[in-house]
């Protein structure tokens, strides 16, 4: 059963169609929701997809009061996920695609399980500016805890901004997301669990409940500091990470 679930959400992200709330017929445990989206994600995988990070979700109190959940959540990211910096996105491919302020990390080395946080800053190779572009295949963008877990946190697309590395101070910095211009949302990377590096902490603990670590190289989002903004056609979205610089893509279709 969770391998057909997981290949009907996989339809879904594919085929760009959103499916009914699985909560609405039968509520999956949180065991069983990582399970689906670990399936579902090896369907991209047998098409030739690599796991390239991970995602944090829900890491801050804008994204929980927006989406009424409140809990930490975490997905999967894919190289096909990978938007260029300055790049377009067709949203004929996404149902109802936003965007949000992030903070990247790519690591230097591997960690796993309970770690300090200076463990997780020393295993961090460089930080980044990020947008998130996120897309539910759930009707009206709505689900429940294990809903969106199966889903894999809504994860469809990531820009990278310029990457810095050694030890820039991420503490407390303005994260602005612009669309055409204009100011739509604000925020601080302090409102990201008090400190993103936190996040990773976070990460290394939750992705080895699955089994898994997190391994040199790879690339941890460590989630939005603001709401998500709902896409349109023809916006420029660009997000300005204080000291961390701006990335941004741009809109066309549907
Ligand atoms: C779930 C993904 C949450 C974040 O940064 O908090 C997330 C969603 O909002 O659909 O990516
Ligand atoms: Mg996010």
Redesign the pocket.
Known sequence: MLHEIARKLDQAAASATSIEQLSNTNELSLEDAYQVQKLSIDERLNRGEKLVGY??????KA?ML??G?DDI?W?RLTDAMFIEDGGAIDLSKYVHP?A?P?IAFKLKSSLSGIVTKEQALSAVGAVAGAI?V?D?RYQN?K?SLSD?IADN???TGFVIGDWHEGGSDISDLSMVIDVNGEEVASGSSLDILDHPINSLVEAARCIALSGEELKAGQII?A??ATA?VALAPNQRISANIENLGSCSFSTMNK
């Not at 995602?55 to 801050?60: A, C, I, L, P, Y």
């Open positions: 995602k944090m979700g829900f890491t801050s994204k927006q989406m959940v959540i997905g936003r949000e992030e998130e996120i539910s963008f689900f969106v946190c809504s994860s989002l989630g939005a998500a």
